[in-house]
């Protein structure tokens, strides 16, 4: 296996750090910018892009239900929005929310008929 440093010397000098160089050594630092993150998307209920990145990182953690509620919001920005629909049907799916779940993920088989993956999570949720 590589080290992150090892990694990063063969990367292009524009590329983003990786690893601990990314802040992951540094907890303190990483869990300051979560807490922004989530405050901003808090803070700015319009801004599209971070409720999404909120909803993310409670998806991260496995907080379902918080990770829904923004991407509610996301979705009220953008309801046209294929990514945070599929999201929806994903998330909820995650948290035992079948109904939801089912919902979302033919909605989004209405916007991309052709999509196999949302698919066959839908054919799977249909099964239980």
Same mark, same amino acid.
């Given at each position: ?47 599209? *892009? ?14 379902? *239900? ?48 052709? *999509? ?13």
């Amino acid at each position: 296996m590589q080290t992150a440093s090892t990694v990063s010397q063969n990367m292009p000098a524009d590329h983003p750090a990786v690893g601990s160089q990314a802040g992951g050594g540094n907890p303190e630092a990483v869990r300051a910018q979560v807490t922004a993150d989530i405050e901003k998307a808090r803070n700015e209920p319009n801004n599209f *892009d971070a409720q999404v990145k909120a909803a993310e990182l409670f998806y991260r953690i496995g907080r379902f *239900d918080q990770a829904i509620e923004f991407l509610l919001k996301a979705n009220q920005l953008r309801p046209t929005d294929y990514d945070t629909v599929v999201s929806l049907g994903m998330v909820n799916m995650q948290a035992g929310h079948n109904e939801p779940a089912e919902k979302w993920l033919t909605a989004a088989l209405k916007m991309k008929p052709d *999509d196999a993956q949302v698919k066959e999570q839908l054919d799977k949720l249909k099964a239980k």
